[in-house]
């Protein structure tokens, strides 16, 4: 049978993206002492329809009993199995100002199974400085620390003018996988996953919709 990372890889992006959603209700739930869930009660927590719920579980597997629903420990270990919570994730990040600190002492990076093993930056006023236990180093030196510390994902956390020079040398040194939080559309070749924050249009976004409200 195929283990649930490897059904994973066959979901659609929109349901990827709600597996942390899931995850994170799961893991209340077993915080809680529940022993078991229904879809109901398990998509009202996490904000979705039932069905959907159903339909984005089923790319991991048959994984509830039709009367009984699901056991929620074994559905969070399965959940976070797809998302690669039995491996050590290595992130580098590059960009050590207000937000770089902050991801770097964000706990729950570690709670999800990421170790922050490099933090970087191009400024000499900040290279050198002791962040979050780690000894910021130069980002002229990326390719050889993303080799030598396994680095798989980086979080790139510069100000927009230099993000595409950032990420174009974070692909040079071999990373498929990106999280970009610079306000600014990046580019990169197929076989690169890049998801971006911009905090500015995330906040634009409900200022439309407190506005549509106001007016209704």
């Known amino acids: 049978m195929e283990r649930p990372e ?6 659609p992006s929109a349901s990827i993206e709600r597996l942390p959603t899931y995850l994170r209700a799961l893991g209340d ?14 998509a009202d927590l996490a904000g979705v329809r039932p069905a959907q719920l159903r339909k984005d579980l089923s790319y991991l597997g048959s994984l509830g ?29 590059v960009g050590v100002g207000n937000l770089g600190h902050a991801l770097a002492n964000y706990s729950g990076l570690v709670a999800r199974g990421f170790t922050v093993a490099a933090l ?15 000894v910021v180093e130069d980002v002229a030196g990326l390719h050889g620390i993303v080799q ?27 990373v498929r996988e990106i999280l970009s939080f610079a306000p600014c559309a990046l580019q990169v070749p197929p076989g690169v996953e890049l998801r971006s924050v911009d905090v500015g249009s995330e906040l634009q976004i409900l200022a439309f919709h407190s506005r549509v409200r106001q007016e209704r």
């Open 148 to 174: 030598a510390r396994g680095v798989s994902i980086v979080v790139i956390a510069v100000p927009g003018d230099r993000a595409q020079e950032v990420c174009d040398a974070v692909v040079a040194a071999g």
């Open 29 to 42: 739930l077993a915080a809680r002492g529940v022993v078991g869930t229904s879809s109901t009660e398990l």
């Open 120 to 134: 970087l930056d191009a400024s000499a006023a900040v290279v050198g400085q002791t962040v979050a236990g780690l």
């Open 6 to 11: 490897e059904l994973a890889r066959e979901m």
């Open 65 to 93: 009993t039709r009367g009984v629903g699901y056991d929620v420990v074994r559905l969070r270990d399965q959940v976070g199995a797809a998302l690669g919570d039995a491996q050590e994730l290595r992130v580098a990040i």
